[in-house]
């Protein structure tokens, strides 16, 4: 699988929408800033970022210090930064809050969110730092939810409408709750050029349709919509 950019997992709790990384931002931070103040610049090598469907690889150029190992390292040790005025810099700006404890804050950022612990491994002249994702942070399902690609399923659907038909999973929706969750902020906009289409082209229906303008109206899957968003569970699930 060829890497891509790494994209969160979306949900909403009332109108907030909620975006979950399938890494721990804080131990990815802290693999970063470690790459950074470890890195052997003479080198020319860049470090490497890769993002899977199912993983995050960090590469860094660069050897263990000098009788190290990799129980050394991956045990209790002093801080000794390859690039010390790098690690004094990130330590003076807040970025660092203890030396020599970065591996350990990786591995318990992931235990605190229940993310696997990393894979560190010393290869051909680098430190490989793996991030595994768990079951359900896979990339290719998060996808298929919230409407980012389509597929034989959902065919040429366009992505607004997929995630109008997700929100309304649990149940019936205002329309105020409709535009946050497409993302609109003109109401007038949102009312002529997102709603109405929403019903004419039947994914939705009113709660209320003999009174279109009840400040209780609400609107709620037709058969059309609810078949659309069970396509979209069973693609996510496929997958």
């Given at each position: ?10 949900s909403y709790e009332g109108l907030q929408r909620v975006e979950t990384y399938p890494v721990p931002e804080e131990a990815l931070r802290e693999a970063l800033l470690n790459a950074v103040a470890h890195k052997d610049y003479s080198s020319g090598v860049p470090i490497r ?191």
């Amino acid at each position: 699988m060829s890497p891509k950019y790494l994209k969160a997992m979306i949900s909403y709790e009332g109108l907030q929408r909620v975006e979950t990384y399938p890494v721990p931002e804080e131990a990815l931070r802290e693999a970063l800033l470690n790459a950074v103040a470890h890195k052997d610049y003479s080198s020319g090598v860049p470090i490497r970022i890769s993002v899977y469907d199912d993983k995050i690889m960090l590469r860094n150029n660069g050897e263990l210090h000098e009788g190290w190992t990799m129980e050394t390292f991956l045990g209790k040790h002093s801080s000794q930064p390859f690039n010390p005025d790098v690690a004094n810099a990130f330590f003076r700006a807040g970025m660092i809050e203890l030396w020599g404890r970065g591996i350990e804050y990786i591995i318990d950022a992931c235990k605190a969110e229940g993310a696997p612990a990393p894979d560190f491994r010393f290869e051909h002249g680098g430190l490989w730092v793996v991030f595994g994702f768990g079951p359900d942070h896979a990339i290719v399902k998060q996808k298929q939810v919230i409407g980012q690609v389509t597929g034989q399923v959902t065919g040429q659907v366009e992505a607004w409408v997929m995630r109008a038909v997700m929100a309304c999973e649990a149940g019936a929706m205002s329309s105020a709750e409709l535009q946050a969750i497409i993302g609109i902020k003109h109401r007038e906009t949102f009312q002529r050029n997102y709603l109405d289409r929403l019903l004419s082209e039947h994914w939705l229906e009113r709660t209320i349709p003999d009174k279109p303008r009840s400040r209780l109206q609400k609107f709620r899957l037709t058969e059309k919509g609810a078949a659309l968003q069970k396509n979209l569970q069973k693609e996510a699930q496929r997958e």
